[in-house]
C-alpha cells in the first residue's frame, strides 16, 4: 500500500519544496495541496473545518501549481498533486498548460486531483454558475484532455468551446495527466469518476464499503473497466486499523493528511506517521 501526504500550506507555514523533500526523504509515495483562491467575507458560507486545518489555511493558502512547480526541483521519485484543485474556477486552456507543463518538468509525476467546490460565494466570485458547477468542469476537463493529446486539439461542448488549436508542450502521461475526482459518494462525484477520470478522492475515506461497488457499478454502465479505477481516502487521519481496513477493501493507495506549521514541528508529526509506512508496507503490493 502506497501512503501519501497532504498539508494545508500558507505563507507562514514550511515551504512547499522543503516539505516535498522531506515527504520524498521519509518514504512517502507522494505530496498533494489543496486550493482556495480566497475566503468571502459572509457569514453564511464559512469554512468546513476537519481536524488538522485552521481557519486561516483558507484565508492564506497558498496556491498549489505555483507550490508544486517549486517542489517538482527537489524531489525526483514522489508525485506531486492537488488535492483538491477547484477546476471549475479556473480557465480550462490555461490550467491545461500549466498541469502539462508540471508534468512534463516532473517527469511525469504529476496528479490532477480536483473537486467541485462546496463555498457558493468563493464560487461566484470567478463567475462560476453554481448550479452549473458540475456541468462546467466536466467541460472543462473534457477540453484540457483534447489539448493534452491532440496535435491539432479541440473542443465543442455547450460551455466550452475550443477551436482547432496549437498548444504544446504536452504532458508525458498519455492520453491525459491522471486525473482523481475529490468529494463525497453522492452520484454526481461517482458518476463523474465513472465519466472522465481515473479514479476517486473519497474525503476521509467513510462509507467505503458501500460505495465501492456502486462506483464499479457506475463504470461498467460507462463501457469502463473498473479496475481501472483508483480509490483513494483522502486527508485521512492515519492509523494501522484503518490502513487495515482500507488494505481489506482492495485500496492500495491512502492520502494523510497532517498539520501545516513550522519546519521542525511538521517533520516530527511526519516521522511520527514512519510507523504507518512499515505497516503499509506489509499490506500488498499496488
Not at 486545518?53 to 501549481?65: A, I, K, N, S, T
Not at 477551436?163 to 508542450?169: E, G, K, R
Not at 491525459?176 to 473519497?202: E, F, K, M, N, Q
Request: contains cysteine.
Amino acid at each position: 500500500m502506497r501512503l501519501g501526504i497532504t498539508a494545508f500550506l500558507t505563507d507562514r507555514d514550511m515551504a512547499p519544496a522543503a516539505l516535498a523533500g522531506v515527504v520524498e526523504e521519509l518514504g512517502f509515495d507522494s505530496l498533494y495541496l489543496p486550493e482556495h483562491t480566497h475566503l468571502p467575507v459572509r457569514a453564511d458560507v464559512p469554512p468546513a473545518l476537519v481536524e488538522g486545518v485552521r481557519l486561516e489555511d483558507y484565508q492564506r493558502g497558498l496556491c498549489p501549481l505555483v507550490s508544486l512547480s517549486t517542489a517538482v526541483a527537489t524531489t525526483r521519485r514522489i508525485r506531486l498533486g492537488t488535492g483538491i484543485l477547484l477546476a471549475a474556477q479556473h480557465d480550462p486552456i490555461l490550467l491545461a498548460k500549466q498541469v502539462a507543463t508540471l508534468d512534463h518538468l516532473s517527469g511525469g509525476r504529476f496528479t490532477l486531483g480536483i473537486g467541485f467546490g462546496w463555498n457558493r460565494a468563493e464560487a461566484e466570485d470567478h463567475g462560476v454558475d453554481f448550479s452549473r458547477r458540475h456541468a462546467l468542469v466536466r467541460e472543462h476537463i473534457l477540453c484540457m484532455q483534447a489539448l493534452w493529446s491532440e496535435a491539432q486539439a479541440e473542443f465543442h461542448g455547450e460551455l466550452i468551446d475550443l477551436p482547432p488549436s496549437w498548444a504544446w508542450p504536452k504532458p508525458v502521461q498519455q492520453p491525459r495527466v491522471r486525473t482523481l475526482i475529490g468529494g463525497g459518494a453522492g452520484d454526481a462525484v461517482l458518476s463523474a469518476v465513472a465519466d472522465y477520470a481515473d479514479g476517486w478522492l473519497p474525503i476521509g475515506g467513510r462509507g467505503l464499503a458501500e460505495a465501492i461497488p456502486r462506483l464499479h457499478h457506475l463504470a461498467e454502465a460507462a463501457g469502463r473497466d473498473p479496475d481501472q479505477l483508483s480509490v483513494i481516502p483522502f486527508g485521512t487521519i492515519g492509523s494501522e486499523a484503518k490502513l487495515v481496513h482500507y488494505a481489506g477493501l482492495g485500496v492500495d493507495e491512502v492520502i494523510l493528511r497532517v498539520r501545516s506549521g513550522p519546519s521542525d514541528a511538521m517533520r516530527r508529526e511526519l516521522e511520527s506517521l514512519i510507523p504507518l509506512l512499515a505497516i503499509s508496507a506489509t499490506l500488498g503490493s499496488p
